[in-house]
């Protein structure tokens, strides 16, 4: 090796060794600077190092051997079940508190070995590898790192959505994706793409949503196109469009509905209830939504429009024969009207019994009465949630109230009593401990 690679060993023993890895990380740049003009005995380094006490050093050299190789054209897939499972024996085998202190340059491998797996059609064989890496860089289950959307980009390609219901489903207290919002952005669009294909409209429409209100100071490509489907999901879920909340960045509000016109012109018939009208935009717009693979979501808006009509007419008849159904909601036959009506009853959206000998539909009251056992149960559930909540509510406050930075701003103090109240045993034993360099933000 030569004489720098072997400064890189020392370096990286000696700072291991007496724990100073705050200052290992700070050299991780130049050291991946180094490795990379010298790629060509990055194994000779690895036999050096040991995967336990020396993570960091590993992470540079298993992060240049990646880069390498997603930037080289002549990268096979061979070569990258050879590269596998040195990768696959890192993740799960680095030191925990070591990686949070490069978690950046951790998750940027992550990155890779993603985008790499997608490339090469192998998108599940790394579902488990980034729920080991989330695992290494979470310190509670609430903390979203910059490896989770990561996990639901390879859950969504595989189409095996099941693992990241896991963490989609785990209300966020702790963000730590880094300065660029992209990870950020990128989690809650794939979340809400995940949901949308479950059909758990609510939760994906609360998904693009966020993605679309993050403050930002320029609109980026992710943010359009969680609109996009945030106007599509909005009429399937609650048979209108649904606008932004009025808390949303100013800069979204003016500019992104004029880079979304043919999905706010379709939002404009949708509150017409003209199906035909409706039938007509979705085909002019084809060619776009088959761009933005959105032209599934807006036959289903489509649909949602003829169920709507459908209720608007449980509002005016107690009967209706399936012939004067299928003309008022401009349905192609008296088969199709059945399908809907049948479908909508099955889902509880309309409460009717068609008589097969006349072929009319009697539209009956909401039988629920709210005086069950099952609904007594469903309101106790919510109400324990709401309860616990207010407890995590309270607890965020008071942690927010007591962290040093807070109390210095609202004080006016400086940084030397910000470190001296950080290291009084009252305030260790009111706050969270991070370990690791981490740019944490609490919400």
Not at 30 to 50: A, G, P
Not at 80 to 109: G, M, R, S, Y
Not at 138 to 154: F, G, P, S, Y
Not at 205 to 220: H, K, N, R
Request: net charge neutral.
């Amino acid at each position: 090796m030569s004489s720098s690679l072997e400064q890189i060993v020392m370096s990286t023993r000696s700072l291991s060794s007496t724990g100073d890895f705050k200052e290992l990380t700070a050299l991780l740049p130049k050291h991946i600077e180094i490795l990379t003009r010298n790629h060509q005995h990055l194994d000779n380094v690895l036999e050096t190092l040991d995967l336990g006490h020396h993570s960091i050093g590993m992470l540079a050299v298993m992060y240049v051997k990646m880069n390498l190789f997603a930037n080289s054209n002549n990268s096979t897939l061979e070569q990258f079940k050879l590269l596998l499972p040195q990768l696959q024996e890192f993740i799960h085998c680095c030191n925990k508190e070591q990686v949070l202190f490069a978690w950046e340059t951790f998750a940027d491998l992550c990155h890779l070995i993603t985008n790499q797996l997608i490339d090469f059609g192998i998108p599940i064989t790394g579902i488990k590898l980034m729920m080991k890496a989330i695992r290494k860089l979470q310190t509670r289950d609430t903390h979203l790192t910059a490896v989770h959307a990561d996990l639901c980009k390879l859950c969504l390609a595989s189409k095996c959505l099941k693992p990241a219901l896991k963490y989609l489903e785990k209300d966020i207290s702790q963000i730590d994706t880094g300065e660029d919002a992209k990870q950020f952005l990128l989690y809650f669009y794939y979340g809400g793409m995940i949901y949308t294909a479950l059909k758990k409209y609510e939760k994906a429409l609360y998904c693009f949503e966020v993605c679309t209100m993050t403050p930002a100071q320029a609109i980026s490509h992710i943010m359009v196109e969680a609109y996009k489907k945030f106007m599509l999901v909005s009429p399937i879920l609650i048979g209108k469009v649904q606008f932004l909340p009025n808390y949303t960045c100013n800069l979204v509000k003016r500019h992104v509905k004029r880079l979304c016109a043919p999905y706010v012109e379709l939002s404009n018939v949708y509150c017409t209830n003209n199906c035909d009208e409706m039938k007509r935009i979705i085909r002019k717009y084809e060619e776009s939504l088959i761009r933005d693979k959105n032209l599934g979501l807006a036959n289903q808006v489509l649909n949602s429009l003829y169920k709507k009509n459908i209720q608007r007419l449980t509002n005016t008849f107690l009967t209706l024969s399936l012939t004067d159904v299928a003309a008022r909601v401009k349905l192609s036959n008296i088969a199709e009207a059945e399908k809907y009506i049948l479908n909508m009853i099955e889902d509880a959206e309309i409460f009717a019994v068609i008589n097969q000998t006349d072929g009319m539909v009697v539209f009956l009251d909401d039988p629920e009465k709210y005086n069950s056992p099952r609904m007594l149960a469903k309101l106790e559930k919510e109400m324990e949630e709401c309860v616990e909540l207010g407890k995590k509510v309270l607890q965020m406050e008071e942690e927010v109230i007591t962290a040093p930075t807070y109390i210095r701003k609202v004080c006016g103090g400086n940084e030397q009593e910000e470190q001296a109240l950080a290291n009084s045993p009252a305030q260790n034993a009111t706050t969270t401990q991070v370990q690791g360099k981490q740019n944490t933000y609490t919400m």
